[in-house]
């Protein structure tokens, strides 16, 4: 059986040598939707409670909403960095509550400090699934993502290989036969 949940993600990128609109800076709301599979777990009688695979995703994911997300390459970023500096706001200030879990993966980088994803390549909705499978591929068993922004579109399915072993009383993922959440013990 399947569960999901859905972000909604305030963003601003630009498509770097684009030939068209989408090359000027620009901003998007974007819908962005986690399916997990798993067994029906005994006790709490649910694949995996969404609340709690919104927590596992938002850690990380909050790092795209109210962003500014470039390409590595793009020539804005490093005049984009050194106004931060200059303002004084490069290596965060304290109302920056938006913070998430800082990453760096082979397709992205997240600078949470100031509110920055820096991309392998071009942020489109397929960019975005991958970067997002990449981050959350051992935390959830994640079979479909969907992400929308504008009129653009796109979704990609996966194999789930395994069950994850979960508390019986609240359905989240046991670590090292722990519950996280409520301090079960198997």
């Keep these: ?20 609109e ?64 200059k303002q004084g706001i490069k290596n965060g200030t304290p109302t920056n509550t938006m913070k998430g879990e800082a990453f760096k993966t082979e397709l992205a980088t997240a600078y949470p400090d100031c509110r920055l994803v820096v991309t392998k390549e071009t942020l489109t909705v397929e960019g975005m699934i991958k970067i997002v499978y990449d981050l959350l591929k051992d935390k959830l068993n994640i079979v479909k993502i969907t992400f929308t922004s504008g009129d653009n579109a796109a979704y990609e399915t996966y194999e789930v290989n395994g ?15 722990k519950c996280p959440k409520c301090g079960y013990s198997k």
């Design 22 to 85: 989408a090359q000027y800076l620009h901003g998007h709301t974007g819908r962005l939707t986690i399916e997990v599979e798993d067994t029906i777990n005994e006790g709490v009688n649910m694949v995996y409670p969404c609340n709690e695979i919104k927590k596992v995703a938002w850690s990380l994911l909050k790092n795209f909403d109210h962003a500014l997300i470039l390409r590595e390459d793009d020539p804005l970023l490093p005049s984009v960095l050194d106004v931060y500096e």
């Design 163 to 177: 069950s994850k072993e979960r508390c019986p009383k609240c359905g989240v993922e046991l670590k090292d036969g």
């Design 1 to 20: 059986m399947r569960s999901y949940t859905t972000f909604d993600l305030q963003y601003a990128h630009r498509f770097l040598n684009f030939k068209g």
